[in-house]
């Protein structure tokens, strides 16, 4: 497939957006291969993603974004981006010791099914290391105190930062790192960094929420991918899913099950992130 420019944007709606971003492209011959849209009707905003050849257009990358840049400053818009498919996206995991989403992601890219520069992944427990050094992918040890006061574990944070920052990702993914990632930490990754949290949110937010399903007699449990933020388990909504379950299933079943749904949702929402399909609009997201 040919490299493919991807434009995405959010701006207050109005008659005319999509004729404007039409005429715009058909004036330098872009040639449009995907487009999505929808507005809002309670917030009255609008959102789209255009996908282009890239070879259609008279210009690169850095041009098209100076000239979008204009168009998007007419429309009002400070939610817009443009990005090159051709660019591999740059991608570091962080996890611990439970192991079923990093393999998962670890399949997915040796199959080739999920295209990225897995430039690292960094783990607070050495479990994983075997797996992921086996895959051909630096692994990095960065031992946390234990307990749960955040004050003891910024120094560990900060390592993990550097290491993240060294790679420069498009993605940030914690793949069941069981850390609660600090504030500051947190609005340096804005927009890059997904959890997968055990648990269809916002039901069952924290700790051990397949136990809190079961003591609530639940009959479905799920997954949700969502962007982090410091409000914890609370950050914008990427994908989710659920499956069955019923009163002969124990604590032990409900986390058994979940892992499989865990593991697709956290695949499809890195993906869709990955593709350029999300669009952030307060606590919100667009899926395109």
Known sequence: MSARFVITLGCPDRTGIVARIATFLADHGGWIVEAGYH???????????????????????AELRERFAQVADELGSTNWRVSDTSERR???LLVSREGHCLHDLLGRVASGELDVDLRAVIGNHPRLRGITEAHGVPFHHVPFPAGSDPDDKGAAF????????????HAIVLARFMQIVPPA?????????????????PSFAGARPYHQAYERGVKL???????????LDAGPIVEQDVIRVDHT?????????????EKVVLARGLRAHLEDRVLV????????
């Open 185 to 201: 930490v947190c609005e340096e990754w804005a927009g890059r960094a997904l959890n997968i949290h055990h648990s269809f949110l």
């Open 39 to 61: 507005t809002d009707v309670e917030t009255g905003w609008f959102f789209t993603r255009q996908v282009v050849r890239a070879d259609s257009l008279p210009f690169g990358l």
């Open 249 to 261: 299933d124990a604590a032990t079943d409900m986390v058994r099950k979940g892992r499989d749904i």
């Open 158 to 169: 900060q390592e993990v930062r550097a290491l993240v920052e060294g790679h420069d990702p």
């Open 90 to 92: 740059r991608v570091v």
């Open 221 to 231: 449990v799920g997954a949700t991918c969502h962007y982090v933020t410091p409000e």
């Open 281 to 288: 609009h307060d606590k919100r997201t667009v899926v395109f």
